[in-house]
């Protein structure tokens, strides 16, 4: 599995030579072998970018992330087609029954109260054991959204009673670039499976291009939360961004065996799919800190 995540944050040219990515600015060139990477961030609106690069990482399953000029991620590059049997994942796709939709969303939100609540065990929070009790209250399909009224306990806790997601201010925007860059990393693993990240199981919004990633990155979100807790004094600059990009080679345990997140995520993901067409068992993602 490749592992690199390589961030371009000044001009540059990036092009493609023998199976190399290759930075040249101005006169000094680096070259990064293909296999070896997992995601480029082009965190500078001065890079040229080849053409026939583009087709090589897309050919490769290499996810690029594009940010705008003010260093937020706004964009990424998705091939049509990601494997030779996408048009049978995505018939299959519409054809998931409402049942399966509706226990496996069910499942996610249990799971990402479940590390909600561990979080907040771990920074002593007195508000552990009452988010813990919203698990045992969601219903299929969490029709009465335990998970919305566990959210605003929870982050009245981690970050105070003032905070509200809504809220323009550094501790969002560093929740959004986190999730930013998980939302992507999970969108190229619905489209590495053959699937379209519009067609979500619970979240539905026409505008949203990404619905399935919204819904399979719940549980996740967790682990971006703790680091901006754990980082609320730090701007938000270059150095926390790369910080934030490194996560993702953080070790975490998933289904009793050590991983990095990047693999926890694409193996999360296959098996949810393996739940939603062939009624497999779901792994889940529980985060202890």
Same mark, same amino acid.
């Given at each position: 599995?490749?592992?690199?995540?390589?961030?371009?944050?000044?001009?540059?040219?990036?092009?493609?030579?023998?199976?190399?990515?290759?930075?040249?600015?101005?006169?000094?060139?680096?070259? &990064?072998?293909?296999?070896?990477?997992?995601?480029?961030?082009?965190?500078?609106?001065?890079?040229?970018?080849?053409?026939?690069?583009?087709? %090589?990482?897309?050919?490769?399953?290499?996810?690029?992330?594009?940010?705008?000029?003010?260093?937020?991620?706004?964009?990424?590059?998705?091939?049509?087609?990601?494997?030779?049997?996408?048009?049978?994942? &995505?018939?299959?796709?519409?054809?998931?029954?409402?049942?399966?939709?509706?226990?496996?969303?069910?499942?996610?939100?249990?799971?990402?109260?479940?590390?909600?609540?561990?979080?907040?065990?771990?920074?002593?929070?007195?508000?552990?054991?009452?988010?813990?009790?919203?698990?045992?209250?969601?219903?299929?399909?969490?029709?009465? @959204?335990?998970?919305?009224?566990?959210?605003?306990?929870?982050?009245?806790?981690?970050?105070?009673?003032?905070?509200?997601?809504?809220?323009?201010?550094?501790?969002?925007?560093?929740?959004?670039?986190?999730?930013?860059?998980?939302?992507?990393?999970?969108?190229?693993?619905?489209? @590495?499976?053959?699937?379209?990240?519009?067609?979500? &199981?619970?979240?539905?919004?026409?505008?949203?291009?990404?619905?399935?990633?919204?819904?399979?990155?719940?549980?996740?979100?967790?682990?971006?939360?703790?680091?901006?807790?754990?980082?609320? %004094?730090? %701007?938000?600059?270059?150095?926390?961004?790369?910080?934030?990009?490194?996560?993702?080679?953080?070790?975490?345990?998933? @289904?009793?065996?050590?991983?990095?997140?990047?693999?926890?995520?694409?193996?999360?993901?296959?098996?949810?799919?393996?739940?939603?067409? %062939?009624?497999?068992?779901?792994?889940?993602?529980?985060?202890?800190?």
């Amino acid at each position: 599995m490749s592992f690199r995540t390589v961030v371009i944050a000044n001009q540059a040219k990036i092009s493609y030579k023998n199976r190399f990515l290759v930075v040249k600015k101005d006169i000094e060139e680096k070259y &990064i072998h293909l296999s070896e990477i997992d995601t480029i961030i082009v965190d500078s609106i001065s890079v040229s970018i080849s053409s026939y690069l583009l087709k %090589e990482l897309t050919d490769n399953k290499i996810n690029i992330i594009f940010c705008d000029e003010k260093h937020n991620p706004y964009g990424q590059i998705q091939p049509f087609y990601s494997r030779h049997n996408s048009s049978k994942k &995505i018939i299959e796709q519409t054809k998931w029954t409402l049942k399966n939709k509706d226990n496996l969303w069910t499942l996610i939100v249990k799971n990402k109260i479940i590390n909600q609540a561990f979080l907040l065990k771990k920074i002593k929070s007195k508000q552990a054991n009452l988010v813990f009790s919203y698990v045992d209250e969601v219903g299929v399909g969490d029709k009465s @959204n335990r998970e919305g009224h566990a959210s605003k306990v929870y982050f009245n806790a981690l970050f105070g009673k003032k905070f509200s997601r809504g809220n323009n201010d550094i501790i969002n925007a560093k929740l959004n670039y986190g999730y930013a860059i998980l939302l992507s990393t999970i969108s190229k693993e619905i489209t @590495n499976n053959g699937y379209l990240t519009q067609l979500g &199981i619970h979240h539905k919004n026409e505008f949203n291009p990404f619905n399935l990633a919204c819904d399979l990155m719940e549980p996740f979100r967790v682990i971006i939360d703790a680091f901006v807790y754990y980082n609320q %004094e730090r %701007e938000l600059d270059s150095n926390l961004k790369l910080d934030i990009i490194n996560i993702f080679n953080n070790i975490y345990t998933f @289904n009793s065996k050590k991983y990095t997140l990047k693999d926890i995520i694409e193996l999360y993901v296959k098996n949810t799919f393996k739940v939603l067409s %062939e009624n497999k068992e779901y792994k889940d993602f529980i985060y202890e800190g």
